[in-house]
């Protein structure tokens, strides 16, 4: 009797253990790989002259290393790196113009640049730097610079916004040819849930060396991300609608899985995963889904609308996410007139105003604007649905919805449209 009942506990426990495996599939991935972040973020150089650099509106004497090329071109500029002490670090930029220009890091933030080690050259048009944090000297991450070249109609636009967002009476901007890259480095590992490869890993986005959970969540979301991707991945984007999530989401519905975020490493040296039957927290949308239905009230905030009620004309359609507040915002609106001028038939508009509480100075604003087509009001409920962590975004679908581009900018629009217009020719 006592053998039965005992053989009956093991076979009990067996079973849920045997279900707990197959339903959790708890996975402890190391992050021994390293994967590019694709960002591709433009940075501001600013002309060096003499001694000093213009830091917000404040003139900083600066301490020069030694053997400082004072023949050269010279420029300067600002990252974040919280590490040492301070939002903003600041890096010198020997001989700009060259092919081999040599960065100079100010790690300890106290503006000489002759205490920090030896300076680092660029080689094939590339240079990695790696920065440790001094509270935690197991804490360290890296970034990658590069040139970075545009046209001459995106360097004239990129100037004139940059001029805009940067209010420093004193500080001179370099031609944006000359301007860099920068792409942080994320620390990646491998793993496989239900026959499916993932790549998975963590940006720390204000380059401290330390994972963590700190965050500003207003109206978009500020803080270390996880990355996840399907595939074995050398590079990711951090944007929420291609890999990047809130570092604090626990189920992430994710390919044929929920993924659980078990725990993580603060020093981004593992994490611990496993696929679960529990709801997600988050899902996201990404290019090839059909784009989720939402309600929004248009721009007099008492008329409500559905997204879908555009569907069935056989047009595209952008929808643009934007407020008065937003600079970039506003460069973009001639574009987005002449796209509605020149593809109006091809094409509706709708844009969706966001955090601006004067809606009669919003309205007056667009009618100022000749801002013809659709205008509604944006949620923080919504963005955060659609993924919308910056502005200006836009999202462009087909006729049936479908998503064909996030975050294209208006004359990527004009190329697709004139090129699927060709092509039903």
Same mark, same amino acid.
């Given at each position: 009797m006592h053998r039965l009942i005992l053989i009956t506990i093991i076979l009990a426990v067996l079973s849920v253990s045997s279900g707990y495996s197959q339903n959790r599939h708890v996975k402890i991935v190391k992050l021994n790989k390293q994967a590019v972040i694709k960002r591709h973020e433009g940075i501001q150089l600013f002309v060096l002259n003499g001694s000093q650099i213009e830091k917000g509106n404040k003139s900083v004497p600066i301490k020069l290393p030694m053997n400082f090329p004072s023949s050269a071109e010279n420029a300067y500029f600002f990252f974040q790196y919280e590490a040492a002490g301070s939002d903003l670090a600041v890096v010198l930029v020997a001989d700009y113009k060259s092919a081999s220009p040599v960065l100079y890091?100010?790690?300890?933030?106290?503006?000489?640049? $002759?205490?920090? $080690?030896?300076?680092?050259?660029?080689?094939?048009g590339k240079v990695e730097l790696r920065f440790h944090n001094p509270a935690q000297p197991d804490g360290k991450t890296t970034l990658s610079f590069s040139k970075h070249i545009m046209d001459e109609e995106t360097e004239r636009r990129y100037l004139e916004m940059q001029k805009l967002l940067y209010k420093s009476p004193k500080a001179q901007f370099t031609l944006p040819r000359y301007w860099l890259s920068m792409n942080p480095i994320a620390?990646? $590992?491998?793993?496989?849930?239900? $026959?499916?490869?993932?790549?998975?890993g963590f940006w720390d986005v204000n380059n401290d060396g330390i994972i963590s959970r700190k965050y500003i969540d207003g109206e978009f979301y500020i803080g270390d991300r996880l990355l996840l991707a399907e595939g074995k991945q050398d590079s990711l984007?951090?944007?929420?609608?291609?890999?990047?999530?809130?570092?604090?989401?626990?189920?992430?519905a994710f390919s044929k899985s929920n993924i659980k975020i078990e725990e993580f490493d603060s020093l981004g040296n593992y994490v611990r995963v496993s696929s679960t039957e529990q709801p997600a927290t988050v899902s996201r949308i990404k290019e090839g889904d059909i784009l989720p239905s939402f309600s929004y009230k248009l721009i007099d905030n008492t008329t409500s609308n559905d997204v879908y009620a555009l569907k069935g004309n056989g047009k595209y359609k952008l929808i643009e996410f934007w407020g008065t507040w937003c600079r970039g915002c506003v460069q973009l609106i001639p574009d987005l007139r002449t796209l509605h001028a020149e593809f109006g038939d091809r094409l509706d508009i709708l844009s969706l105003n966001f955090n601006d509480s004067d809606l009669e100075k919003v309205s007056k604003?667009?009618?100022?604007?000749e801002m013809t087509w659709q205008q509604g009001l944006s949620t923080l409920e919504l963005n955060r649905k659609l993924g919308v962590n910056m502005f200006p975004y836009s999202i462009l679908v087909d006729e049936n919805f479908r998503?064909?581009?996030?975050?294209?900018?208006?004359?990527?629009?004009?190329?697709?449209?004139?090129?699927?217009?060709?092509?039903?020719k």
């Open positions: 890091f100010d790690s300890n933030n106290n503006f000489d640049f $002759g205490d920090d $080690g030896q300076p680092v050259t660029f080689r094939d620390r990646v $590992g491998y793993f496989r849930l239900n $026959g499916i490869d993932y790549t998975i984007d951090e944007n929420f609608h291609k890999n990047g999530y809130k570092i604090f989401e626990n189920v992430i604003f667009i009618h100022a604007k998503i064909i581009a996030i975050k294209i900018q208006p004359s990527l629009v004009k190329e697709h449209i004139s090129k699927a217009s060709v092509n039903t």
